[in-house]
């Protein structure tokens, strides 16, 4: 005798398989993810895709002589060479690297700083609030890229200063943005049901309140990780970055900035020299915004369940 | 009636309560010396128009008093388990802790709310059940263990049992801490007690009249009616069986259907666990239904406390007359009290029901009434009746 089990499916298996169905129904989320996941691919087979020479740190590009013009796409040299005869195609593989390095960092770091600050202040509220927002908006008040240059000016130039510089300009945001979150939860009936079943202050926080908070959190770090990417990317632009020959796409922008124009007889010369690690940059912030968008379309409460 | 000594039969007394809030526009004198006592398995219904000072006393009395509000004055005297008096208004943060939800918890009016939207039911009540039962828990753990005789060599189980022990005798060793740390290992060695809680809720949502409670302790709040949330508000807040319950107009956003059914719950479970319940309201036919005592508020002060019989009987101050006389009937016109229920910043001198009173006196306007005995147990706060008793 056959019998038919019904299994039933556990709630969180069948949330991820809403989560994904709705990412699949959104060809242009799926193309964020492909672009994000690709270029995660690309940063952890970088020693595949680009072996470094034996005995040297990784990301320091291997040139090829010390010519200053730099050489087209050739069998050696599949993106060609920069100015000074940096391996293109080496430095934009392990320039992958550094930017989910930097991206990744920067953002765990400064949503960690910001919760932090932001849930204090949300569920504590008064003087605590007071403190914490102001402390805040000193560093809202100024413009976050002179403020970051400032900070990686003093810190010494080099792409560790740039990360701590950037976590500590980056914090305010997620600070305000989880405090606004926690403001408006802890003033909802669970929270005050919790306290009445004795639920300690700090349960409450982590428990309660976050989970019902994250999710917006989610949606601003995964559009903030592409704009840190190019934040950085500016700064090294600006020599601020590491020293010469690391790999770094905002570097290796920055190495192509006397070859623009391109020679009397062709502008277009130099052409990879500059577009190849723009279209990179390009993409890879794209990705990131639209991974952010398609995350925002399946968490919000208000959108999902149509 | 101030600062009497808690009688053995009383479960909680409040003493002259003031709450006062401290706004922008003024100072609120939300609750202005309130009384109340509530007897051993005894239900009070207080009824009052919005504003009348209702919930904050319910609040009060768990000491959450709603910012930016203030006890100025009074004290709640309450009997715990160990029937031991204290006094809430007096207890540290830590202390209180023991009290909410073991000692008194609370049913809120909109049962959505009361849950919380990313956590599924059976976790919220694990969490009611963890934060006072724990122990008892474990315990239950060790003899299921205890039962199942054929794996006494299983590495994990005596595991395990030895984590229970830790948990029982030992609960501050830094073992036991690390072993809570690692996710696997700390799910594995608290297999037990996860079937021991989940087993009790199932029983709980029994007890609540909630069908198929395997399903409804998977699901999230969301997918649940109106009325089976408001099972799962109570099943939380009985999870401890607690002394008092105190419950803020639990069914006001429900149907008439499943607001019967629910106070038809309440009822019954009160019989079991034995809990004092404070059944706040603004609906004379639930106070009818549920009370065995009334105290009816206004503008923060307790009028009028009686049995539910001799109150609709025979209501004595002029508020409670109004208010019963403006229950709705049909075929005669609704009738309904002059004027407004007056704005607690700058209330009324006097007797704050003097403005709307058809029996007003001229020594209203200047006194105070304090709550007096006219009759076994029922007691009025009105000059109409000062003098007739000397309580």
Not at chain 1, 124 to 136: A, S
Not at chain 1, 279 to 293: H, I, R, S
Not at chain 2, 15 to 25: A, I, K, Q
Not at chain 2, 250 to 276: C, H, M, W, Y
Request: charged share 20%; glycine share 6%; proline share 7%.
């Amino acid at each position: 005798m056959i019998r038919w089990i019904k299994i039933e499916e556990s709630p969180r298996l069948k949330e991820t398989k809403f989560i994904l169905n709705r990412i699949r129904e959104n060809p242009l989320s799926l193309v964020g993810l492909a672009i994000v996941i690709s270029f995660a691919v690309i940063a952890i087979f970088a020693h595949i895709l680009a072996p470094p020479p034996p005995g040297r740190d990784p990301y320091i590009i291997p040139r090829a002589g010390y010519f200053p013009e730099p050489q087209p796409p050739s069998p050696e040299h599949a993106f060609g060479t920069t100015q000074g005869q940096y391996d293109l195609y080496y430095g934009i593989i392990w320039g992958t690297r550094a930017a989910y390095r930097i991206g990744v960092l920067v953002v765990a770091m400064s949503a960690f700083i910001g919760i932090a600050v932001g849930s204090l202040a949300g569920y504590y509220k008064g003087v605590i609030d007071e403190v914490l927002m102001r402390l805040t908006d000193i560093i809202l008040a100024f413009p976050s890229l002179i403020l970051a240059m400032a900070l990686v000016v003093a810190f010494g130039p080099g792409l560790d200063s740039i990360t701590l510089a950037l976590i500590l300009v980056g914090w305010p945001g997620y600070a305000r943005l989880v405090r606004g979150e926690f403001l408006r939860i802890s003033a909802e009936d669970f929270v005050e049901a919790a306290k009445t079943i004795g639920c300690s202050n700090l349960r409450i926080i982590i428990r309660h309140i976050l989970p019902n908070a994250i999710f917006p959190l989610l949606v601003y770090a995964s559009l903030d990780i592409g704009s840190i990417i190019l934040v950085a990317a500016a700064l090294s632009f600006l020599g601020l970055g590491p020293p010469e020959g690391y790999a770094d796409w905002g570097q290796l922008i920055s190495l192509s900035r006397n070859w623009i124009t391109g020679t009397a007889a062709n502008p277009f010369a130099y052409w990879h020299v500059y577009t190849i690690p723009g279209v990179f940059l390009f993409l890879f912030v794209m990705g990131w915004n639209l991974l952010g968008d398609a995350l925002r379309d399946v968490l919000d409460p208000m959108l999902r369940r149509r | 009636m101030s600062n009497k000594p808690l009688s053995l039969e009383e479960q909680l007394k409040v003493n002259d309560l003031t709450v006062r809030f401290y706004t922008y526009e003024g100072i609120v004198k939300a609750v202005e010396k309130a009384s109340l006592k509530i007897r051993k398995g005894e239900t009070l219904g207080i009824v009052g128009e919005t504003g009348s000072g209702k919930s904050v006393t319910a609040l009060t009395i768990l000491a959450l008093t709603p910012s930016p509000g203030r006890v100025e004055d009074g004290n709640i005297l309450f009997r715990k388990r160990d029937s031991s008096v204290i006094d809430i208004l007096r207890m540290n943060e830590h202390q209180l802790l023991q009290i909410r939800g073991k000692e008194i918890s609370m049913i809120f009016q909109e049962p959505n709310a009361a849950l919380d939207p990313v956590c599924k039911v059976g976790e919220q009540i694990t969490e009611a059940i963890l934060a006072h039962r724990l122990r008892e828990m474990v315990e239950k753990s060790i003899e299921v263990i205890k039962k199942e005789k054929d794996n006494e060599y299983d590495l994990w189980t005596r595991l395990e049992t030895w984590t229970y022990k830790e948990m029982l005798n030992n609960p501050s060793d830094v073992r036991l801490k690390i072993i809570q740390k690692i996710p696997i290992i700390r799910d594995i060695t608290k297999r037990r007690l996860r079937q021991v809680i989940r087993q009790e809720i199932v029983e709980l949502l029994k007890l609540m009249e909630i069908p198929d409670p395997g399903r409804v302790i998977d699901a999230y709040p969301h997918e649940l009616s109106g009325g089976m949330q408001q099972r799962i508000v109570i099943a939380i807040a009985l999870a401890c069986s607690p002394l008092l319950l105190i419950a803020d107009e639990p069914t006001t956003n429900l149907d008439v259907t499943v607001q019967a059914q629910i106070l038809d719950l309440i009822n019954r479970l009160k019989e079991k666990f034995g809990s004092s319940i404070i059944y706040i309201t603004h609906d004379m036919g639930v106070v009818a239904e549920i009370s065995d005592r009334v105290a009816v508020m206004y503008a923060g002060s307790v009028v009028e406390v009686a049995p539910v019989k001799e109150l609709f009987r025979n209501p004595l101050h002029p508020y409670t007359k109004g208010l019963l006389e403006s229950i709705p009937r049909p075929g005669s016109p609704l009738k309904s009290i002059p004027g407004t229920v007056p704005n607690l910043v700058d209330p009324p001198s006097g007797c704050r029901f003097h403005p709307r009173c058809a029996y007003m006196m001229n020594k209203c306007k200047e006194i105070m009434p304090r709550l007096v005995k006219v009759s076994e147990d029922h007691y009025v706060a009105c000059l109409l009746y000062e003098g007739e008793s000397d309580d």
